[in-house]
C-alpha cells in the first residue's frame, strides 16, 4: 500500500518539477533574468509558492536546474534529428546553429549576464557552464563524425562552438540571419578541408 501510494507522489512530484523548469525557462526568454521572479515562474508554472519552494529553495538553483535539464534534453533532440541527416556536416552545422538562436541560448545567455555581477549564482553557474561546453563540444565531434585525435579537429570543433554561439548573440536584437548564413557557408569550407584532412 506504501510503495503504491509513494508512487503517484513522485509521479506529481516530477510533474510539479518539470512544470517549474519549462516555466522558468519560458520567462527567462520572455522577461529576463530581473523578471523571471519565483512568484512569476510559480504562477506560471500553475504550482504553489511553497512547492516551488520545497523543489527549490532559491532561484538560483530553480533557474540552474532549468538550464541543466533543458540542455539535456536538447541534446538528447539533436541526436534523434541528426539520425535523419545521414551524415550530412554541413546539415549537422546548421542544426547546431539553430540552436545557438533558440529559446534555450537566449535563457542560458540571461544567466550568463546576471551571473557576472551575482557572486552566489556565478559560483554555481561556472561548473555547469564547464560540464554543458564539455558535453556540447563531444556531441559535436559525435554528429560530424569526427576524429578529435587527429592534428586540428578539436581546436576546429571548439571553434565551430565558439562561432556559433557569436553569431547567437549577434542575432538578439536584431534578425542576423542574412549574414550569419554567409559565415556559416565560409566556415563549413573551412571546417570541410579541417576534417577531410584527418582521413
Request: glycine share 6%; net charge negative.
Amino acid at each position: 500500500m506504501t510503495t503504491t501510494a509513494r508512487e503517484p507522489q513522485q509521479e506529481r512530484s516530477r510533474a510539479t518539477q518539470q512544470r517549474l523548469l519549462e516555466a522558468t525557462v519560458d520567462c527567462l526568454v520572455e522577461h529576463g533574468y530581473a523578471g523571471a521572479t519565483t512568484t512569476v515562474i510559480a504562477e506560471r508554472a500553475g504550482v504553489s509558492r511553497g512547492a516551488q519552494l520545497h523543489h527549490y529553495p532559491t532561484r538560483a538553483a530553480l533557474v540552474l536546474a532549468a538550464v541543466t535539464h533543458l540542455a539535456d534534453r536538447r541534446a538528447q533532440e539533436l541526436r534523434t534529428e541528426a539520425q535523419g541527416l545521414n551524415g550530412d556536416r554541413e546539415q549537422v552545422i546548421d542544426m547546431l546553429a539553430a540552436v545557438f538562436t533558440g529559446p534555450l541560448f537566449v535563457a542560458a545567455l540571461e544567466v550568463w549576464v546576471a551571473a557576472r555581477t551575482d557572486p552566489e549564482l556565478r559560483d554555481a553557474l561556472v561548473p555547469l557552464e564547464a560540464k554543458v561546453g564539455r558535453e556540447m563540444h563531444r556531441l559535436t565531434i559525435e554528429l560530424l563524425g569526427a576524429d578529435e585525435t587527429k592534428p586540428g579537429v578539436r581546436e576546429a570543433v571548439q571553434a565551430t562552438l565558439d562561432l556559433l554561439r557569436g553569431l547567437g548573440v549577434a542575432n538578439l536584437l536584431t534578425d542576423d540571419t542574412h549574414r550569419r548564413t554567409q559565415l556559416l557557408a565560409a566556415w563549413k569550407r573551412q571546417l570541410a578541408t579541417v576534417l577531410r584532412t584527418e582521413c
